[in-house]
């Protein structure tokens, strides 16, 4: 795939360092989120059956169609590497951070209507184990996301 590069944006450092945050909003076209969301599918259908239950979790394990969360994608598959290694969340990432970075990992979370329980606040960095704690979280929304249906909310806290 072929991936525009987001435009370097002065105002997107500072908000970043203001916010701790940027919303790039859209990221991709909607042509590109339908490829993207095709290629989930096919993911879902082709390689989650072969993948071990330490990087497949379900709401309810015997429930197939219960699919909560998906680890480590790009390693079993060369399109998820790609946008990882290649996509703009890497340029982006390595804008704010003002260095290279080394994308790490790349999740699905599926959170339908009607199942599953809120995720609590909290801070990535600390699951990362990283030291110095220098690192991006990226999150894409696959389909309209609003206050109602359960968009994600960064939270501000103190230095």
Same mark, same amino acid.
Request: glycine share 6%.
């Given at each position: 795939?072929?991936?525009?590069?987001?435009?370097?944006?002065?105002?997107?450092?500072?908000?970043?360092?203001?916010?701790?945050?940027? #919303?790039?909003?859209?990221?991709?076209?909607?042509g590109d989120i339908d490829a993207l969301n095709a290629q989930i599918a096919r993911f879902i259908r082709d390689v989650v059956p072969s993948l071990p239950d330490t990087q497949v979790y379900?709401?309810?394990?015997?429930?197939?169609t219960s699919l909560k969360q998906i680890q480590r994608m790009f390693d079993h598959d060369a399109y998820f590497r790609d946008l990882m290694e290649?996509?703009?969340?890497?340029?982006?990432?390595e804008e704010v951070l003002q260095d290279e970075v080394?994308?790490?990992?790349?999740?699905y979370f599926n959170k339908p209507a009607g199942i599953g329980q809120p995720t609590p606040p909290h801070?990535?960095?600390?699951?990362?184990?990283?030291?110095? #704690?220098?690192?991006?979280?990226?999150?894409l929304a696959l389909e309209e996301v609003d206050e109602e249906n359960g968009?994600?909310?960064y939270v501000r806290g103190s230095h």
């Open positions: 795939m072929v991936y525009s590069a987001p435009t370097p944006d002065a105002s997107r450092l500072a908000r970043f360092e203001r916010d701790g945050y940027v #919303c790039e909003n859209p990221l991709y076209p909607p379900y709401e309810d394990k015997a429930d197939k290649n996509g703009p969340a890497r340029r982006i990432a080394a994308p790490v990992n790349m999740q801070q990535d960095g600390y699951y990362f184990h990283l030291n110095p #704690c220098e690192a991006v979280t990226g999150w968009c994600i909310h």
